[in-house]
C-alpha cells in the first residue's frame, strides 16, 4: 500500500532548511528508504518565500497572493511516497525521518486508489 510522508519542520534556518538536521541526514534518510525498495517518489519543496496560495471565491473569483498564510509553526517541507505492507510499517519509516529534528512532524496518510 502506498502512503505519503508529508514532513513538517519544526522550525527552520536562515537558509529556509529544517533546522537541526544536516544535508547528510536527508541523504542517509534517502539511501535508507530507496535502499528498502519502497520509494516511490518524493521532493524537497523550495523555499517558502516562493509559494503562491489560491483561493476562488464563492463568486467564482480567483484570488492569489504570495505565501502561504497557514496558522500554523510548522512549515511543510517536503514529502516522500513509500509503498508499504501496512500503516504500522508506514510509521516506522515516518519516525526515521530526520525532519523530527527540532519539533517538525511527520503526517503519514494513505494514496487513495481508485479503481484499484
Known amino acids: 500500500m502506498k502512503y ?30 530507496k535502499g528498502a525498495g519502497i520509494f516511490v517518489s518524493g521532493e524537497s519543496l ?3 518565500v516562493t509559494a503562491t496560495t489560491v483561493r476562488v471565491g464563492p463568486d ?3 484570488a492569489v497572493t504570495d505565501g502561504p498564510f497557514a ?3 510548522e512549515i511543510l517541507g517536503g514529502f516522500y511516497v513509500i509503498d508499504v505492507p501496512d500503516l504500522d510499517v508506514a510509521l516506522d519509516w515516518a519516525a526515521r525521518c530526520p525532519g523530527l529534528s527540532g519539533g517538525g512532524s511527520v503526517v503519514v496518510r494513505p494514496i487513495a486508489e481508485f479503481g484499484a
Open 46 to 48: 523550495a523555499d517558502l
Open 71 to 73: 496558522e500554523t509553526r
Open 60 to 62: 467564482g473569483k480567483r
Open 4 to 33: 505519503m510522508l508529508l514532513i513538517n519542520a519544526g522550525a527552520i534556518d536562515e537558509n529556509g532548511a529544517a533546522a537541526d538536521c544536516s544535508v547528510e541526514d536527508w541523504m542517509n534518510y534517502d539511501n535508507e528508504v
